[in-house]
């Protein structure tokens, strides 16, 4: 099974720029369709983006669109996640996670994920 380890978070500005990435060990990373979530306090956890195993295929929530960018690289085996423009309501604990399950619209639920990671805090002021 894979390990994920988080890492990027922070305090930003509204309008500003954080990139998260997220390292996997352990089983072939390329196994693994990628996704990242975010959980602010008192909601429940909400997909954000997701990303096949080639890359070739890419999925994210509306509020993010155009903003966010997801991409991965498996010879390093990381999975990042680019966020410009944020806003307050970005504000949130962001996970990625890991599933062998094949590649769609399924990768937008949490539930499809057997792999999660620790998580890092993603503060945006106003």
């Known amino acids: 099974q894979v390990q994920l380890v988080e890492s990027g978070g922070g305090l930003v500005q509204a309008g500003g720029s954080l990139r998260l990435s997220c390292a996997a060990s352990?089983?072939?990373?390329?196994?693994?369709?990628m996704g990242w979530f975010r959980q602010a306090p008192g909601k429940e956890r909400e997909f954000v983006a997701a990303i096949s195993w080639r890359g070739y295929n890419t999925y994210y929530t509306d509020s993010v669109k155009g903003r966010f960018t997801i991409s991965r690289d498996n010879v390093k085996s990381t999975v990042s996640l680019q966020m410009d423009s944020l806003k307050p309501e970005d504000t949130a604990v962001y996970y990625c996670?890991?599933?062998?399950?094949?590649?769609?619209?399924?990768?937008?639920?949490?539930?499809?994920?057997?792999?999660w990671g620790q998580g890092t805090q993603v503060t945006v002021s106003s």
């Open positions: 352990g089983r072939t990373f390329s196994d693994y369709n």
């Open positions: 996670a890991a599933t062998t399950v094949r590649a769609g619209s399924v990768l937008t639920l949490h539930s499809v994920y057997s792999t």
